[in-house]
């Protein structure tokens, strides 16, 4: 069984005016289509082919030397695009509850200070990469920033749960900012998905 690309939860013009339908179906139709369609074929004929994409970056140490890179690459943004498209929602506004709320709360002092370490992660991030909410194994809550397509689901991050992610590449946001990141993320902050992160959270 290949990898297949997800269709988006919503229509392509549902974030807009945050993300424009054109921003939308390009990062979707285009940029994440091809890392699906490279990932399939790095993987063709091999027993790596028919795990799930979480369980395959978990394994990413076994994958064959001269295949390792691409699967890291492409399983990677396959995994991060992924879950991006269900960290935003159009119904954005909604607030974190329940044991997520009181984790943010205890390390981030309230919402206003997780968007502060979150945006200020992903707008100092320098060159292409992610920005991370995670869940920590002893159940704390982590900001993080992973450059190109790095994961928090490597083993080399040890044992990472992420809750939301938000892609600082510019292509996710150079047609409707140019080199505004900043503008971007603060729009970005108002579609995140706060009932997907509970459910993370607490899964
Ligand atoms: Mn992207």
């Given amino acids: ?72 690459n492409n399983g990677a943004q396959h995994f991060n695009h992924s879950f991006y498209w269900t960290s935003m929602t159009p119904n954005g506004g909604s607030k974190p509850s329940g044991g997520l709320a009181k984790a943010i709360d205890a390390a981030f002092g309230d919402l206003d200070g997780l968007k502060k370490k979150l945006t200020d992660a992903a707008g100092g991030h320098f060159g292409s990469g992610w920005a991370w909410l995670v869940k920590t194994a002893d159940g704390k809550v982590e900001v993080r920033d992973t450059h190109d397509a790095d994961c928090p689901l490597f083993p080399s991050h040890g044992d990472l749960k992420p809750l939301l992610t938000i892609d ?36």
């Fill in 1 to 72: 069984m290949a990898f297949t690309l997800p269709d988006l939860p919503y229509a392509n013009d549902a974030l807009e005016p945050a993300i424009s339908a054109r921003t939308l179906s390009f990062h979707h139709g285009k940029h994440h289509a091809g890392y699906v369609t490279k990932l399939n074929a790095a993987v063709e004929g091999t027993r790596f082919a028919s795990m799930d994409i979480v369980t395959l970056l978990k394994s990413i140490d076994e994958v064959p030397a001269d295949k390792r890179k691409a699967v890291f």
């Fill in 168 to 203: 600082v590449w510019e292509h996710a946001y150079y047609l409707d900012y140019q080199n505004q990141r900043p503008a971007y993320l603060d729009k970005v902050w108002g579609l995140l998905d706060w009932n997907f992160a509970q459910k993370q959270f607490e899964g």
